[in-house]
């Protein structure tokens, strides 16, 4: 740890961040020159006179500083950054990025750092990545409430930050229309309908209303599909076949509860403070929500499928929602005694989610845009769960239904097709999987 500053020298920097903050850049320099007097490789003043220099135009000069900062400090997400942006002053583009990735290794969640890379990808010719790059930056620092309006954003910044969103907005556009291009060609345009309003309400180019503020898709909107949030079972013309299967299925299902530990959190790792928030214990109750999957993510777990045959067969004898690595999600979804999935909302319509009840105790319940619905053993039923949706076991005993996804049924294969192409293609501009909930 490196010994403390002397009190005068301490004072001398501290004055000369209230210099720079007061809109006083020259004094502060030369209060930070002071710094350099009595310690030549203090950081702080190696970096902010670095970038004054910059300000004058005197690039060579402030990367000569920055390289002696990073050597003394080559763990400084900050150094790292502001030699980068410096190399980038001097078109030395292919010699900024390598700094801001490692910026980045450091501190995943630097944004500005991303940003610069962002620009960096763009100058490169690189602009799918750049579009991923942006995307990730903007999308963190909105997060934490920054780049929102100009008071949200640095001044020198701002420049930077809206180009980057012009860029978002007009290359995922492009991306997203041209990947659609082929199926407008052998469909032709009336096929293709909704799901050009659908991609024009992602990217907010048109204002899509869904048919009740309770129902709130969290990724994409797929508009002029009946709003209804349970789906009749005329719809699924597999529920009876399915239904047929219940005692087989259940069999299987009680020979993986004799083994508690196949079984994951749904909700993954207690740690998840986020995805953890709308699962609760009531009356004093530990709670508990595990699935056994025989699919997440798109992913196929074998091992599961080999050990429950029947249920992996009957699952793929209804419409499960394929889209490799993103979909079908399907378990055995087992609700402890006294837990609580709270009210929320999944991520698209495109998608209806499914029941067949296998263990169902007293006292529990589903309910969807504030519909109760009483689960009946051997009885599917299916919902949109971008209605706001919760589910309860005030029972003594464990609630398991075998829960799967399948296609909205009011989609036609050719928009079935386009979801799952847009899906994909979503999900690797954003750099990360879209349909996780």
Known sequence: MPAPLPPPLSALIEQAHQLAASGNPSAAERCFEQVRQRDPDNLQALNFIALCHSARGHHHDATRLLQRALALAPDDVGTHKNLAVSLIQQQQYD????????????DPGFFVARLYLGWVQEQQRRPHLALTTYFLAVNAAQKQGNWLSDDS?????????????????????????????????????????????????????????????????SFLYFPDLPATPYLDRSLFPWYEALEDQTDPLREELVSVLDERALLQPFLGDAANAGGQSYLAGEAGATARWDGFFFHRHGRRYDDNCARCPRTAAALQATTL????????????????????????????????????????PEHCALRVAGQTHAWETGRCISFDDTWEHEAWNRGTQTRVVLLFDVWNPHLTDVERDAVSQLVTAIAELNGAQVLDE
């Open 95 to 106: 010699a900024a990025e390598p700094l801001l990735r490692d910026a980045l290794a450091l």
């Open 153 to 217: 954003t640095p001044p020198g910044l701002r420049p930077r930050v809206l180009h980057a969103m012009k860029f978002l907005a007009h290359g995922r556009h492009d991306v997203l229309h041209r990947l659609l291009a082929p199926l407008h060609a052998q469909h032709g345009a009336q096929a293709l309908r909704r799901v050009d309003k659908a991609v024009d309400g992602y990217l907010g180019r048109m204002r899509l209303q869904t048919a009740d503020p309770l129902q709130r898709p």
């Open 321 to 360: 929602v394929q889209i490799p690595g993103h979909a079908p999600e399907a378990l055995y979804s087992v609700l402890g005694p006294g837990s609580h999935i709270r009210p929320h909302t999944g991520v698209t319509n495109t998608r209806i989610v499914t029941h067949l009840p296998l263990l169902v």
